[in-house]
């Protein structure tokens, strides 16, 4: 005897044989899935991407740095160089500016040695003194000398003889404030002697102040004539 089954329930409700279907809903949420994953794939490529190019352009930076610490250590040598430079044009122009004035000097002080007197070392003992901002000196004119101090060292078998050369510096138009620093009885053999230090200021006087100091003089003496 043959049955025959017949099923009246709706056809969602039927039982589904064989494979396994996700329906319309599901497809769509399959195909969304993929779609966000595909996104998320790109977007991460695009930032390794842009990863990749900022390292690079952090290695060129770099590169140009370690260019730009090369290339500012050769400027600050050359800027060096450059100062030393400078410097000793400055003091060989200093020297030759003011060469006629210290032949002037040397003779000077040559002519003011006495007898029994010789000298051992004539030096600067200080840079030259800044020039003063009060106001006296600024209503000076802009051609007074310049001054430095030196030290004067030498011998001389008696103190008069001494005396007499310091006498004869203050007189000088190139010396003023000569202090006598130090004095030492020495012996050369049976000979006795004194060693001396001698501190004073020098002028170093142009040719321009040599003849205002002249003119002066001479107006001096006119004035004191009549």
Same mark, same amino acid.
């Given at each position: 005897?043959t ?5 009246l ?11 396994f279907s996700?329906?319309?809903n599901? /497809?769509?949420? %399959?195909?969304a899935v +993929? ?6 794939? +790109? ?15 952090m290695?060129?930076?770099r590169?140009?740095?370690t ?6 250590q050769? %400027? =600050? +040598?050359?800027i060096?160089?450059? /100062?030393?430079? &400078?410097?000793?044009?400055?003091? %060989?122009?200093?020297l030759d ?5 210290? %032949? ?10 006495? =007898? #029994?007197?010789w000298?051992?070392? #004539?030096?600067? +003992?200080a840079?030259?003194s800044?020039?003063? &901002?009060?106001? &006296? ?6 051609t007074l000398?310049?001054? /430095? ?5 030498? #011998?001389? #078998? &008696?103190l008069?003889?001494?005396a ?9 138009d190139?010396f003023? =404030?000569?202090d006598?620093l ?5 012996a ?5 002697a004194?060693?001396f230090?001698?501190?004073?200021n ?15 003089? /001479? ?8």
């Amino acid at each position: 005897m043959t049955m025959i089954e017949i099923n009246l329930l709706p056809k969602q409700y039927k039982k589904r044989r064989g494979g396994f279907s996700l329906g319309k809903n599901g /497809t769509y949420a %399959v195909i969304a899935v +993929a779609g966000i994953l595909l996104m998320v794939g +790109a977007i991460t490529l695009y930032q390794i991407h842009q990863i990749n190019e900022i390292k690079g352009q952090m290695e060129i930076a770099r590169a140009r740095t370690t260019q730009l610490q090369k290339d500012i250590q050769l %400027v =600050d +040598a050359l800027i060096d160089i450059k /100062t030393k430079i &400078t410097e000793r044009m400055e003091a %060989v122009e200093e020297l030759d500016r003011h060469r006629s004035a210290w %032949v002037r000097i040397l003779e000077d002080i040559s002519r003011n040695v006495p =007898d #029994f007197v010789w000298l051992s070392n #004539f030096g600067e +003992a200080a840079p030259p003194s800044p020039p003063t &901002t009060d106001t &006296t000196a600024a209503t000076q004119p802009a051609t007074l000398p310049r001054i /430095t101090q030196v030290n004067v060292e030498g #011998f001389t #078998f &008696t103190l008069n003889a001494l005396a007499s050369f310091m006498i004869k510096m203050m007189r000088s138009d190139y010396f003023d =404030d000569v202090d006598l620093l130090h004095t030492e009885q020495i012996a050369f053999g049976k000979q006795k002697a004194y060693n001396f230090q001698l501190s004073c200021n020098v002028h170093y006087l142009s040719d321009e102040e040599l003849e205002r100091l002249a003119a002066q003089e /001479t107006a001096a003496s006119n004035g004191s004539i009549n």
